[in-house]
């Protein structure tokens, strides 16, 4: 099965850096609605079979545009949800309080996942959820095509990180996503994925990258404060603030 996992549009927390992760959580910015009308271009090479999206409106309003241009139903499922912030929702990405979301996560890729987010979910709990949502894609008849699932920032860096054989968990925290970027795996639950590209870049090609703050801005040097994000998800538009 090929699965393409898509980064939902911009949303105002994300704007403000906030860990903004409980239902049903916010809309789209201009640009994020713009990011996600221009998804059905992004992926017009791509076979889509069947798309999902999570259960947050933000997700749910990026599926939108591809669905009505592939003629397809969105899928709503709670388990491609973001990763909970817990005791830490609402705070800014940028403090080393909220840097607490971004070790925690990153600790169950590494495989402590019993390890759990102050007041939220266990890395147990949030890789089974999303790993419930991907089996029960394959087992469908999309499973032998392709499926595109509009989920989150650090809920698709973790989970590529834990179950992609090809990707480092040094990796997926030095390689942000910026909105409705996508990373593309092959596999199956059963015989286990393997990621193609990430953000456009095949996974051959890629070089080491700064590392990312829990709200997905990269961190200045030595943990510093975060430096705005280079690159615009639309081109001549303001830059999209990345995670969540």
Known sequence: MRLILVRHGQTPSNVEFLLDTAAPGPGLTALGE???AALPRALADERIDALY???LTRARLTAAPLAAARGLEVRVR??????SAGDLE?????????RVYLTTAFAW?????????PGGESGAEALDRFDTVVAEAAASGAGAGAVAMVSHGAAIRVWTAARAHNVEVSFATG???DNTDVVILEGSPADGWTAVSWAGTPLGDATSGRESGPTGQPLGPAGEPPV???QPAV??????VPNE
């Open 34 to 36: 713009k990011q996600a």
């Open 53 to 55: 999206a999570s259960t």
């Open 78 to 83: 709670e388990g491609i949800r973001e990763l």
């Open 90 to 98: 609402m705070l800014r990405g940028d403090t080393e309080e909220a």
């Open 109 to 117: 890729a590494s495989g402590d996942t019993t390890l759990r987010m």
């Open 175 to 177: 390689h942000r996503l």
């Open 228 to 230: 705005p994000n280079e």
């Open 235 to 240: 081109p001549n538009e303001q830059p999209a």
